[in-house]
């Protein structure tokens, strides 16, 4: 179906794609694993010839059902790729919240696929059903003779075409689609619009559909609904499939070969079940035990329980929604309700959910960062800290990693003169926790944008731990860390709780992470604490159907 | 509704709060009308009488109030400076109604000028890939945007009026007589109030176009077959729109309010030139209801960009 052969590509500097060779078969699914930089993106965007202009192919051919695509050395031929893409090949993008046009009703950009083909699509059907051509040119004259004839044609084409429409969103699973076809992106939930983003893929009926990590961006549940359609699709219309993923668990389930890729380099291709059971590289062997999974070693981690550190009691937190008429009171939206339980000393508590579920609020009421509450939460310990989710933009930019070391030290001895530290000591206070998180003490001097994300987020926690705080609140710490880097950071949490003693809220929409982490675990819905429990028990036994929907 | 209502509510107390100031800057600023009317050789018995007839001599709050509750009745006084004939000065109402249709239409034929001119070059620029023609539209613009308005105007009327004789420089046609030679007249100064404007707007269009191209969804449109040109036509244009069309409310705003130096330089009887011979005769009957009307349409404007904004970016209305 396509073939890749010895294709390098560089941007300014050297190159991101080194030497790629791969085929795909007719009606395969081929994953493409690596992490962020490993080069599986532009290597897919490169084929389907929507790499950026800076980017130069500097060896290699790509050729589609034998017919070349593209040589290096020569230019990209974009009225070829456009016969091609939409048509021949289509891709699905990461975020289905920016790849669609936000000011365009979704209907009309499904269509929009085949308007812009029609044409070349008529002419190879007349081709096909009409060898003589006289029929054609009889039409022709008909239109000419009536002008209102035109017209309707026109207006027969655009229903058609609407039609079509119609039919390829409830082939991906809409509901509802006459009313779907006249909403904008934004009206629709993540889910949707990755529905619609395939919607638009698979609505000619392409040989080839590049999938460059279509789950990344969803929740779980709905993530496993996205990973079923296209499997459902790629078995309906027989249609080959590149699925590119950093996420190993998703292309065990979903293809049928593998190519794991590192630095710009294959570095080991074949037949998934082969690669997990006996990996050949070095680099897969490591991709596969960082992947967080549920099996193997879990000891019981608690020992006794200690006191409570924080008890939340019956605790609601609420926003405020504004009124959509004139006179109407502003409301309260309940966004947790009768949230009821406890953070004891020197545990991990996973705290696990879907995004929107709650998770983030509850963790800024219990550090009273919100207002509008009812209910009651009281701290044992002293004051909390927390790790954030971004350790791109949580970190000040224009200071020292041990400036921003030093910050809670210096905070806290602003608050409390006995505690305040003279500039040596919380310089070597500073320079330990550097240590602990396993950093050198040259990164002193650093600023964030000399490190990478795991070193940053280190730093963030270096931070959170630095005034020795009872609680850490850590939200989200590793969903924007590659998996090598993640398994890195959570084994150096538990390290330090097991070291430090520190309580951790750890919250995640990842429930493997969670069960790598947590000696309890807690579900959360819409609001509400489904279920909470050692994470063993839960993990065996879970009580609510949403939980065993989530273990799935 | 909410929405109309809240606009409807910020429109009148803004009219109200700058009422209020313009009248007051009035108290402040020195000079006195009686004297600037009567010449500096009039007897106190003269300036007396004046001032009574002008109702001058009530305490400032009373004047305000009587002022503004014949604003709101649509009497908005009579000039001190201008008569109407030989017993009566002329009507505020009357004097800024002759003098609105030829800003008005000034400010409709540039707006033209902009929106026709503007957009398409803001979208060829922006897909340009020629470096030659880039540095002739980027120096262009530049030197467009930073002549002085009434240098313009001079080189306009040197090039249209004196070389080409498309039209006869100073002989303004007044449009109760001729329509279309007023029309024709006005060409000239539009196109001098136009082409800043013009500069600027396809400058910011082209920026804002080029960012828009790096987004996610042209990539998606490209990956559906489109062209360059149908990119950029059908997807990035209304998306790249959404901050121009604050900057063309800005720029109507200004026009609106009368190009001052445009209408001096082509002797066009307009608001502008109206607000600067009253301003320096000191006839605040006229000054207050123009700044009234400058506010006025300011405040319209901004609503209906803002209504715009809406109607190109559907997650707007809905937020």
């Given at each position: 179906m396509i073939r890749v052969k010895n294709l390098s590509v560089a941007f300014d500097g050297p190159e991101v794609v080194k030497n790629v060779s791969f085929e795909i078969g007719d009606g395969e699914i081929?994953?493409?694993?690596?992490?962020?930089?490993?080069?599986?993106?532009?290597?897919?965007?490169?084929?389907?010839?929507?790499?950026?202009?800076?980017?130069?192919?500097?060896?290699?051919?790509?050729?589609?059902?034998?017919?070349?695509?593209?040589?290096?050395?020569?230019?990209?031929?974009?009225?070829?790729?456009?016969?091609?893409?939409?048509?021949?090949?289509?891709?699905?993008?990461?975020?289905?919240?920016?790849?669609?046009?936000?000011?365009?009703?979704?209907?009309?950009?499904?269509?929009?696929?085949?308007?812009?083909?029609?044409?070349?699509?008529?002419?190879?059907?007349?081709?096909?059903?009409?060898?003589?051509?006289?029929?054609?040119?009889?039409?022709?004259?008909?239109?000419?003779?009536?002008?209102?004839?035109?017209?309707?044609?026109?207006?027969?084409?655009?229903?058609?075409?609407?039609?079509?429409?119609?039919?390829?969103?409830?082939?991906?699973?809409?509901?509802?689609?006459?009313?779907?076809?006249?909403?904008?992106?934004?009206?629709?939930?993540?889910?949707?619009?990755?529905?619609?983003?395939?919607?638009?893929?698979?609505?000619?009926?392409?040989?080839?559909?590049?999938?460059?990590?279509?789950?990344?961006?969803?929740?779980?549940?709905?993530?496993?609904?996205?990973?079923?359609?296209?499997?459902?699709?790629?078995?309906?219309?027989?249609?080959?499939?590149?699925?590119?993923?950093?996420?190993?668990?998703?292309?065990?389930?979903?293809?049928?070969?593998?190519?794991?890729?590192?630095?710009?380099?294959?570095?080991?291709?074949?037949?998934?079940?082969?690669?997990?059971?006996?990996?050949?590289?070095?680099?897969?062997?490591?991709?596969?035990?960082?992947?967080?999974?549920?099996?193997?070693?879990?000891?019981?981690?608690?020992?006794?329980?200690?006191?409570?550190?924080?008890?939340?009691?019956?605790?609601?937190?609420?926003?405020?929604?504004?009124?959509?008429?004139?006179?109407?009171?502003?409301?309260?939206?309940?966004?947790?309700?009768?949230?009821?339980?406890?953070?004891?000393?020197?545990?991990?508590?996973?705290?696990?959910?879907?995004?929107?579920?709650?998770?983030?609020?509850?963790?800024?009421?219990?550090?009273?960062?919100?207002?509008?509450?009812?209910?009651?939460?009281?701290?044992?310990?002293?004051?909390?800290?927390?790790?954030?989710?971004?350790?791109?933009?949580?970190?000040?930019?224009?200071?020292?990693?041990?400036?921003?070391?030093?910050?809670?030290?210096?905070?806290?001895?602003?608050?409390?003169?006995?505690?305040?530290?003279?500039e040596a000591e919380s310089r070597a206070e500073a320079i330990e926790m550097l240590k602990r998180v396993g950093l050198e003490e040259k990164y002193f001097d650093r600023k964030p944008s000399q490190l990478s994300g795991g070193q940053r987020q280190r730093i963030s926690i270096g931070q959170a731990l630095i005034t020795r705080p009872g609680l850490v609140i850590a939200d989200e710490p590793v969903s924007a860390l590659d998996v090598t880097i993640q398994a890195q950071i959570l084994e150096l949490i538990r390290r330090l709780q097991e070291e430090l003693g520190t309580a951790f809220l750890f919250i995640s929409h990842d429930i493997n992470v969670i069960y790598q982490v947590s000696d309890r675990i807690m579900v959360m819905r819409d609001g509400r604490i489904l279920e909470i429990g050692e994470t063993c028990e839960v993990f065996e036994h879970p009580k609510d159907p949403y939980t065993r929907e989530l273990l799935r | 509704m909410k929405y109309l209502v809240k606009k409807l509510a910020t429109l009148i107390l803004t009219l109200f709060l700058v009422s209020v100031l313009a009248f007051l800057a009035f108290q402040i600023i020195p000079g006195d009308v009686v004297t600037s009317i009567l010449g500096t050789e009039a007897t106190p018995e003269q300036a007396q009488q004046l001032r009574e007839e002008l109702g001058l001599n009530k305490p400032p709050l009373v004047r305000y109030i009587s002022w503004a509750g014949n604003v709101l009745k649509g009497n908005f006084g009579n000039s001190y400076r201008y008569s109407k004939n030989m017993n009566q000065m002329m009507p505020v109402s009357e004097l800024i109604g002759d003098k609105l249709p030829v800003t008005l239409s000034l400010a409709f034929l540039s707006m033209i000028f902009i929106a026709v001119i503007a957009i398409p070059l803001g979208v060829f620029w922006a897909r340009s890939k020629n470096r030659v023609l880039d540095v002739i539209l980027n120096v262009g613009t530049q030197t467009a945007m930073a002549v002085p308005s009434f240098f313009l105007g001079v080189l306009v009327t040197y090039f249209f009026g004196i070389l080409l004789r498309w039209?006869?420089?100073?002989?303004?046609?007044?449009?109760?007589?001729?329509?279309?030679?007023?029309?024709?007249?006005?060409?000239?100064?539009?196109?001098?109030?136009?082409?800043?404007?013009?500069?600027?707007?396809?400058?910011?269009?082209?920026?804002?176009?080029?960012?828009?191209?790096?987004?996610?969804?042209?990539?998606?449109?490209?990956?559906?077959?489109?062209?360059?040109?149908?990119?950029?036509?059908?997807?990035?244009?209304?998306?790249?729109?959404?901050?121009?069309?604050?900057?063309?409310?800005?720029?109507?705003?200004?026009?609106?309010?009368?190009?001052?130096?445009?209408?001096?330089?082509?002797?066009?009887?307009g608001i502008g030139k109206l607000l600067i011979s009253s301003i320096s005769t000191r006839d605040f009957p006229v000054v207050e209801i123009l700044i009234l009307y400058i506010t006025f349409v300011v405040i319209v404007v901004y609503f209906l960009v803002d209504v715009l904004y809406r109607v190109i970016d559907p997650r707007i209305s809905t937020k």
């Amino acid at each position: 179906m396509i073939r890749v052969k010895n294709l390098s590509v560089a941007f300014d500097g050297p190159e991101v794609v080194k030497n790629v060779s791969f085929e795909i078969g007719d009606g395969e699914i081929l994953g493409v694993v690596g992490e962020s930089g490993s080069g599986k993106s532009v290597t897919a965007l490169t084929m389907m010839g929507l790499v950026s202009e800076g980017a130069r192919v500097t060896s290699g051919e790509i050729y589609y059902d034998e017919e070349l695509l593209l040589k290096a050395g020569t230019p990209r031929d974009n009225a070829l790729y456009r016969e091609y893409l939409g048509r021949k090949m289509s891709m699905v993008f990461q975020e289905p919240m920016t790849s669609l046009n936000p000011t365009m009703k979704v209907g009309k950009q499904v269509e929009e696929v085949l308007s812009l083909h029609e044409a070349a699509i008529e002419e190879t059907q007349r081709e096909s059903t009409v060898p003589s051509g006289s029929a054609v040119q009889s039409d022709v004259k008909c239109g000419e003779k009536v002008p209102g004839k035109k017209r309707k044609q026109y207006r027969e084409r655009k229903e058609a075409r609407k039609q079509k429409v119609l039919e390829a969103l409830s082939s991906v699973g809409l509901k509802d689609v006459e009313r779907v076809y006249e909403l904008y992106p934004h009206q629709l939930s993540g889910g949707m619009r990755q529905r619609v983003m395939i919607a638009m893929a698979v609505i000619l009926h392409p040989g080839l559909i590049v999938a460059d990590e279509p789950t990344t961006a969803l929740d779980v549940t709905v993530q496993n609904q996205i990973i079923e359609l296209l499997k459902k699709i790629n078995q309906e219309q027989n249609n080959s499939l590149l699925f590119i993923t950093h996420d190993l668990n998703l292309a065990r389930r979903l293809c049928d070969r593998i190519l794991v890729m590192q630095n710009g380099c294959i570095v080991e291709e074949g037949i998934t079940e082969e690669i997990f059971q006996n990996p050949r590289g070095e680099y897969t062997r490591k991709l596969i035990s960082a992947v967080p999974g549920r099996t193997g070693k879990k000891k019981k981690l608690r020992k006794e329980i200690g006191k409570a550190l924080v008890e939340v009691r019956d605790l609601s937190v609420f926003y405020r929604e504004n009124a959509n008429s004139l006179f109407g009171r502003t409301e309260k939206k309940c966004v947790v309700r009768n949230a009821d339980f406890s953070v004891y000393e020197g545990e991990i508590l996973g705290l696990v959910g879907e995004s929107g579920c709650g998770k983030t609020t509850l963790s800024k009421a219990i550090l009273g960062l919100n207002k509008m509450i009812t209910g009651e939460v009281t701290h044992h310990s002293n004051a909390p800290q927390m790790v954030f989710q971004d350790p791109y933009s949580s970190l000040n930019p224009s200071k020292t990693v041990g400036w921003l070391l030093q910050e809670p030290l210096r905070a806290q001895g602003a608050l409390d003169p006995s505690k305040a530290m003279t500039e040596a000591e919380s310089r070597a206070e500073a320079i330990e926790m550097l240590k602990r998180v396993g950093l050198e003490e040259k990164y002193f001097d650093r600023k964030p944008s000399q490190l990478s994300g795991g070193q940053r987020q280190r730093i963030s926690i270096g931070q959170a731990l630095i005034t020795r705080p009872g609680l850490v609140i850590a939200d989200e710490p590793v969903s924007a860390l590659d998996v090598t880097i993640q398994a890195q950071i959570l084994e150096l949490i538990r390290r330090l709780q097991e070291e430090l003693g520190t309580a951790f809220l750890f919250i995640s929409h990842d429930i493997n992470v969670i069960y790598q982490v947590s000696d309890r675990i807690m579900v959360m819905r819409d609001g509400r604490i489904l279920e909470i429990g050692e994470t063993c028990e839960v993990f065996e036994h879970p009580k609510d159907p949403y939980t065993r929907e989530l273990l799935r | 509704m909410k929405y109309l209502v809240k606009k409807l509510a910020t429109l009148i107390l803004t009219l109200f709060l700058v009422s209020v100031l313009a009248f007051l800057a009035f108290q402040i600023i020195p000079g006195d009308v009686v004297t600037s009317i009567l010449g500096t050789e009039a007897t106190p018995e003269q300036a007396q009488q004046l001032r009574e007839e002008l109702g001058l001599n009530k305490p400032p709050l009373v004047r305000y109030i009587s002022w503004a509750g014949n604003v709101l009745k649509g009497n908005f006084g009579n000039s001190y400076r201008y008569s109407k004939n030989m017993n009566q000065m002329m009507p505020v109402s009357e004097l800024i109604g002759d003098k609105l249709p030829v800003t008005l239409s000034l400010a409709f034929l540039s707006m033209i000028f902009i929106a026709v001119i503007a957009i398409p070059l803001g979208v060829f620029w922006a897909r340009s890939k020629n470096r030659v023609l880039d540095v002739i539209l980027n120096v262009g613009t530049q030197t467009a945007m930073a002549v002085p308005s009434f240098f313009l105007g001079v080189l306009v009327t040197y090039f249209f009026g004196i070389l080409l004789r498309w039209f006869s420089p100073g002989r303004y046609v007044s449009y109760e007589k001729d329509f279309w030679g007023f029309v024709g007249y006005l060409i000239f100064p539009a196109i001098s109030v136009a082409i800043p404007k013009i500069a600027m707007t396809a400058r910011f269009l082209r920026n804002s176009m080029l960012t828009e191209m790096h987004a996610d969804y042209v990539r998606t449109a490209y990956s559906k077959g489109a062209t360059e040109r149908q990119v950029a036509y059908g997807h990035v244009l209304r998306n790249a729109m959404m901050p121009v069309v604050t900057f063309l409310g800005m720029i109507i705003a200004e026009i609106v309010a009368g190009s001052i130096v445009v209408e001096q330089v082509f002797g066009l009887p307009g608001i502008g030139k109206l607000l600067i011979s009253s301003i320096s005769t000191r006839d605040f009957p006229v000054v207050e209801i123009l700044i009234l009307y400058i506010t006025f349409v300011v405040i319209v404007v901004y609503f209906l960009v803002d209504v715009l904004y809406r109607v190109i970016d559907p997650r707007i209305s809905t937020k």
